[in-house]
Structures are given as structure tokens and as C-alpha cells.
């Protein structure tokens, strides 16, 4: 089964607002991981944020992690309509083989 | 981070045959990872492609449907053979380590008519 549950599913906002998307998971992680990718292409990574960590920024976006509740959210500030995208979550387990474990995504929408 | 070229971008296939990927990085690489996603859904790890050992499989995925191939550091391969409609999906390849995070291919689009 799948390690991360997003939602939104979808989320349509006006250029200029924020967008927040959530992502829980259900087992240990090293990391947790967002994605974007455009129109069904390939995966563009946004960020990182280890275990150990609460909070990371990078640019407009802001990605939180609490391990306590086994959830992470991406925040994007001042959204614009090149945003408009899947964003995924993906998880790293701590120990084993390397394996990237994917959320269902966010798809976000942004209007001009 | 590393730059991967894959191809092709998509390709449309009959069924019974069967449709190579191809993935080429511009450095030397210990693990390239294959992903499916199938259309409106999520990314699944098919493999795990070690150069000169045997791509480990996920539960699921078999070598006979999914061949890859690693012959060197910067290079891999994915077959998916016999199509048929199901098969239909965006296949990616994707490189890098937990410690830093993963590049991944373009994709390729595969439809199978």
C-alpha cells in the first residue's frame, strides 16, 4: 500500500494566494521528500527535509515535518501560474534498500 | 545534481510487442531506480538496477515482463514486453541517494493500442 496519503486531491487557488498541501505517511522515515511534476512529465525535486528536522524554506516554498504525527506539509507563498502542477510527497525508510515511496499527490491549479 | 536523457518521450505500441527505454546519465551512478505510473496515479518502484548484478524487483514486478539492463555506470535499459492495454503508463528513471534526494528522467508515455 502506498506510505503517504496527500490531500488535498486537488486544490484551485487565484495567482498571488498560498497554497498549502499535506502529507501523512504511516511507518519511520530518514527523509521526506516533495516533488513536482508538470503535465505528466518527469519528477522535478523541490526539497528535502531530514527526520531530525522541523521546518526547511527554500525560495517561495515552506515544507514542515512532524514525525510525532508523522506528517509534512509544503506551503507555497505567492503562488504564480507557473506553479500549476502534481506535487508529491515521498518517503525514505531509515534502514534497507533504498526505495522512494510516493504519495498520490496534490494536483494544484493556479488561476491568473 | 545529475543530468539524465531519457528516451523516447512516448511512443505508441501494439499489443504483443515490446518497447525499450532507454536512460543515460551524465555521470557515474551506483543505483538507477525504474518507476511506473500509471495514468491519474502515483509513482511504484518496478526495479532497483545495480551495474553488474541483477536488478532487484519490487513485489509485483517480474524480470520476464520488465527486463532491464545496467552494462556500465552511466547507462540502463527497461523493457516492458508482451503489451498489453494495462501497460499504458508513464515509465521513469530516476537516480541519486537518501542523503541528497533524486533526479529523474523526462519520461516516457507509453500508450499500447
Known amino acids: 500500500s502506498q506510505q503517504g496519503e496527500e490531500d488535498p486531491q486537488a486544490l484551485s487557488i487565484q495567482e498571488g494566494e498560498n497554497a498549502t498541501m499535506n502529507c501523512s505517511y504511516k511507518t519511520s522515515i530518514n527523509n521526506l521528500q516533495w516533488y513536482r511534476q508538470n503535465s505528466g512529465r518527469g519528477l522535478v525535486h523541490l526539497i528535502l527535509?531530514?527526520?531530525?528536522?522541523r521546518e526547511k524554506h527554500s525560495g517561495r516554498l515552506r515544507v514542515t515535518l512532524d514525525t510525532s504525527k508523522k506528517s509534512s506539509s509544503l506551503l507555497i507563498t505567492a503562488s504564480r501560474a507557473a506553479d500549476t502542477a502534481s506535487y508529491f510527497c515521498a518517503t525514505d525508510p531509515p534502514k534497507g534498500a533504498q526505495k522512494l515511496v510516493f504519495g498520490q499527490g496534490t494536483r494544484l491549479t493556479i488561476n491568473p | 545534481s545529475a543530468v539524465i536523457s531519457q528516451k523516447p518521450s512516448r511512443d505508441i505500441c501494439q499489443r504483443g510487442t515490446s518497447l525499450t527505454i532507454q536512460c543515460q546519465v551524465d555521470?557515474?551512478?551506483?543505483?538507477m531506480f525504474w518507476y511506473r505510473q500509471q495514468p491519474g496515479q502515483s509513482l511504484t518502484l518496478i526495479a532497483t538496477a545495480n551495474q553488474g548484478s541483477e536488478a532487484t524487483y519490487e513485489s509485483g514486478f517480474v524480470i520476464d515482463k520488465f527486463p532491464i539492463s545496467r552494462p556500465n555506470l552511466t547507462f540502463s535499459t527497461l523493457t516492458v514486453s508482451n503489451l498489453s492495454p494495462e501497460d499504458s503508463s508513464i515509465y521513469l528513471c530516476?537516480?541519486?541517494?537518501?542523503?541528497?534526494?533524486?533526479?529523474f528522467g523526462s519520461g516516457t508515455r507509453l500508450t499500447v493500442v
Open positions: 555521470s557515474q551512478v551506483t543505483m
Open positions: 530516476s537516480v541519486g541517494d537518501r542523503a541528497r534526494g533524486y533526479t
Open positions: 527535509i531530514r527526520s531530525n528536522e
